[in-house]
């Protein structure tokens, strides 16, 4: 592994890397992918939690037991974009670096070695920084340690390169959405932390799931389910039907509904984040076909996140889109470092009819 020190630079010797971020504190770590003027091509090629995938750059949530990270398929980038910078801004509003110096991390994205290290130094009231940059030079591609600080944040990078930074709901704008202006609709792969005033939400929430059929007169007989993993993306158990409570009653399902017909939630899974033990850091809800029937024949299909002790909706997502498929993962929720929980609208169908099938690709999903 080589350390990296400011301005310097090294080939790449593997075609996928991950650029992890890691502080003492939590980061909001994003990329940016930059044509030859140094700009983005349009606001697609800000890479963030709210954004995570574009051409060839995807960002992957640590999952609350790692770092945030960029990947760079370089085989994948456009051929109009030069470099994809790297960027870190402490989570804390109006928190700088001061003191807690961040380390990114080159790694072969393939099989998790180490390629180089940097930790930009000497640094003080800079709120974000470009630590590192992958870049096209003669055909091949290389990394630089960079280490730029900005005092303006996130924001004052994104604008730098061209991102429009507003408040239309278009645009993606830096910064995480929470509580503080209450009830939250989600789209698919937007992401709120579940903070109101400042403190994370550490009480008993319900997670309600519902559909009704496409068809009048048909029932639809769906499963929904929660499956919690540890910070490796280890499985630890899963919630549903057949077991009603895991994790020593932190999580409790309401039972089956054989039908969907009826207003209001039709399956609902008790989750008192309090009382989640230290190695569960995250939860996937699923809703699965046990009885082989397509989403394709299911209508208003959604998730909602609800305040337990008030009855108060906290969060939404209806599901927007259908595949002939016979499983959907519906949403997560995720533990980070500082002890809050997120929750993320994923939206995403697999092949599956039970919740055991849901395993494998619900891990990949975190």
């Not at 057949?242 to 039908?259: M, V």
């Not at 969060?315 to 929720?333: I, S």
């Not at 500082?338 to 849901?358: L, N, P, Q």
Request: proline share 5%.
């Amino acid at each position: 592994m080589t350390a990296m020190t400011p301005g310097s630079n090294l080939p790449l010797t593997a075609v996928r890397v991950a650029v992890d971020v890691a502080a003492p504190v939590r980061l909001d770590v994003s990329g940016l992918l930059l044509a030859a003027d140094g700009k983005v091509r349009s606001d697609d090629d800000f890479i963030f939690y709210n954004q995570p995938s574009g051409p060839g750059v995807t960002y992957r949530s640590g999952g609350g037991g790692a770092p945030d990270a960029v990947i760079v398929d370089t085989a994948s980038v456009p051929a109009g974009i030069e470099r994809i910078v790297v960027t870190a801004s402490p989570d804390g509003a109006g928190q700088t670096f001061q003191g807690v110096e961040p380390t990114a991390t080159v790694r072969n994205a393939d099989d998790s070695s180490v390629l180089a290290s940097f930790t930009p130094p000497r640094l003080g009231a800079e709120t974000a920084l470009v630590v590192i940059e992958v870049y096209r030079r003669g055909g091949a591609w290389k990394v630089r340690a960079v280490g730029q600080g900005y005092a303006n944040g996130l924001a004052g990078i994104a604008t730098d390169f061209g991102v429009t930074v507003d408040e239309t709901p278009a645009a993606p704008a830096p910064g995480r959405i929470n509580l503080d202006k209450g009830r939250v609709s989600l789209r698919k792969n937007e992401t709120v932390s579940l903070v109101k005033a400042g403190r994370p939400l550490l009480s008993q929430v319900k997670m309600g799931l519902g559909w009704e059929p496409a068809f009048r007169g048909k029932d639809i007989d769906l499963d929904a389910s929660v499956i919690a993993y540890g910070p490796q993306r280890n499985h630890l158990d899963s919630c549903y039907f057949g077991k009603l409570s895991i994790l020593n009653g932190a999580i409790k399902h309401s039972g089956d509904n054989l039908t969907g017909e009826g207003e209001g939630d039709d399956e609902v899974i008790v989750v008192d984040l309090g009382r989640i033990p230290a190695e569960a850091t995250g939860l996937v809800f699923t809703v699965n076909s046990f009885t082989g029937q397509k989403f394709t024949e299911v209508a208003k299909a959604y998730c909602r996140l609800v305040d337990a002790a008030t009855d108060e909706e906290l969060v939404r997502f209806d599901l927007t889109g259908a595949e002939p498929q016979t499983g959907v993962m519906m949403a997560k929720l995720i533990k980070q470092f500082s002890g809050e929980w997120e929750m993320t609208a994923i939206g995403d169908f697999v092949k599956s009819r039970t919740v055991r099938g849901m395993v494998k690709p619900a891990a990949q999903a975190l």
